[in-house]
């Protein structure tokens, strides 16, 4: 019996009603010239996680790439559910940051990661956001707010920190690892332990990108109910790893791999 973070419960079957708006659009602020591959890899998991649309903001150059690695992407800022920002790029980006300032001001729910977990303005955001550091991002995030902790502190008891930063933040925290885990108010969720496969550069980009979809894709039911953004956190953390367990089944993975296993596992239980 499916509970209440089975994935499959946040992708709900396309039907004769459906257009490419009513499923989830995904804009995303990531890659950069020396991080293309976040700026794709975030975007093929989108799309291999069911978006209906995907927009990318990213610059010109990276536009480019991403573009003729998936066609079906539309350039530019637009209509979108859930931005997906700081993949791949770095805090000193001036053009991005600007990009990522004015989404993180607006309402559009978020995913905030990597560099953008520097930008942001915490004080002004509102968003329903999840933020997916790692635990040297981490150790970052909670500067941002006075607090001074090392990488060993985080990795010690990382429960505590996920919850410190949700606390802090306002927001749903995703801690990376080995184990993950998801914090938001009073509340802390181990998940885990996840597919080592996913040790493997830029699989953080492809969980942002899947977590971008599951919360577009689900962006009228998380208007009225805030706390669905903790059980989308867990159920992304929970595909982005049977994706990569089912990837090493084929063959060795590299993050676009477990990106396309997203698309074959939900093809499989629908
Ligand atoms: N193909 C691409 O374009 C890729 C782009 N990437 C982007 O590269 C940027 C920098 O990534 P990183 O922060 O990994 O930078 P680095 O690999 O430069 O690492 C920076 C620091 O973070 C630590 N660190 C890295 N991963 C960690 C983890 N899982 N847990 C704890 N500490 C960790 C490292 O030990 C190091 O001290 C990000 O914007 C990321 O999105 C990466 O996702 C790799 C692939
Ligand atoms: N040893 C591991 N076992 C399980 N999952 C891991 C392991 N190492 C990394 N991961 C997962 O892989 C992803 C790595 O993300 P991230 O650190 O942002 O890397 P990158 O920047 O290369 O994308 C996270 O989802 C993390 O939970």
Redesign the pocket.
């Known amino acids: 019996m499916a509970n209440s973070f089975d994935p499959v419960r946040f992708f709900r079957p396309l039907g004769p009603a459906d257009d490419k708006y009513s499923h989830g659009v995904v804009g995303f602020v990531t890659g950069s010239a020396n991080y293309p591959g976040?700026g794709i890899l975030g975007v093929q998991s989108a799309i291999r996680a069911g978006a209906g649309l995907v927009r990318y903001w990213g610059n010109s150059e990276t536009a480019k790439l991403v573009v003729s690695a998936r066609p079906e992407v539309v350039l530019g800022n637009g209509r979108v559910d859930c931005w997906v920002l700081g993949?791949g790029v770095r805090p000193d980006d001036s053009e991005l940051a600007d990009r990522i300032l004015q989404l993180g001001s607006a309402q559009t729910p978020l995913v905030i990661?990597?560099g953008a977990l520097e930008i942001v303005d915490f004080s002004v955001l509102t968003a329903r956001t999840v933020l997916?550091p790692?635990a040297s991002e981490m150790v970052k995030l909670l500067a941002r707010f006075g607090e001074k902790y090392q990488r060993s502190d985080i990795d010690t008891d990382p429960a505590t920190f996920a919850l410190l930063a949700a606390n802090l933040t306002g927001q749903t925290v995703l801690l990376?690892?080995?184990q993950?885990f998801v914090a938001s108010d009073s509340q802390v969720q181990k998940v885990?332990?996840?597919?080592?496969h996913?040790?493997?550069?830029?699989?953080?980009?492809?969980?942002a990108g899947l977590l971008g979809a599951m919360i577009a894709r689900n962006a009228s039911a998380l208007a009225t109910d805030a706390g669905l953004l903790f059980d989308i956190a867990i159920a992304a953390?929970k595909l982005?790893?049977a994706a990569a367990t089912a990837a090493a089944a084929i063959k060795t993975v590299a993050?676009l791999d477990v990106a396309e296993q997203i698309g074959v596992l939900l093809a499989r239980s629908n």
């Open positions: 976040a993949s990661d990597a997916t790692h990376k690892g080995h993950t885990g332990p996840n597919s080592p996913l040790a493997t550069a830029g699989s953080g980009d492809v969980l953390v982005h790893s993050a």
